[in-house]
């Protein structure tokens, strides 16, 4: 018997509902199921409820070697300014359609930027703030 899980896009995230800034601007695959690891026995079921966080290569060259076919942070945004302004806009949509409160800004910004950083310690993103 197939699982059926929700549509997603390219990325792996999911096209219906709401599209938090996390989703709309993604640094990662998020999923809210995963596949039971054959180690623990019955991997052709799900884990509901029991996501998965799969990041996006940071750059074009850490793509390739791995042959992700999702486009690195590099490709995306080019640096952490234009990713700034991305989520950015995204959220001020959210909050203009009534999904997000506008004191909400700052913390969904902050916590953004704080996860671009994290991810591209050490990487030329990094230095182009």
Do not use: C
Not at 2 to 14: A, K, S, W
């Amino acid at each position: 018997m197939p699982f059926l899980v929700p549509q997603v896009d390219g990325d792996g995230n999911e096209l219906s509902g709401i599209a938090l800034p996390d989703v709309a601007v993604p640094l990662a695959t998020y999923t809210g199921w995963n596949f039971r690891h054959p180690a623990i026995g019955q991997p052709g079921e799900i884990l509901p409820l029991a996501g998965s966080y799969i990041p996006l290569p940071v750059t074009r060259a850490a793509k390739e070697a791995s042959r992700d076919p999702r486009p690195s942070l590099e490709e995306r945004y080019g640096n952490r300014a234009r990713y700034a302004d991305i989520v950015e806009d995204r959220a001020e949509k959210l909050v203009e359609d009534g999904y997000m409160l506008k004191e909400d800004m700052e913390t969904v910004m902050a916590r953004a930027l704080a996860r671009f950083d994290d991810m591209t310690k050490g990487t030329s993103l990094a230095a182009t703030r």
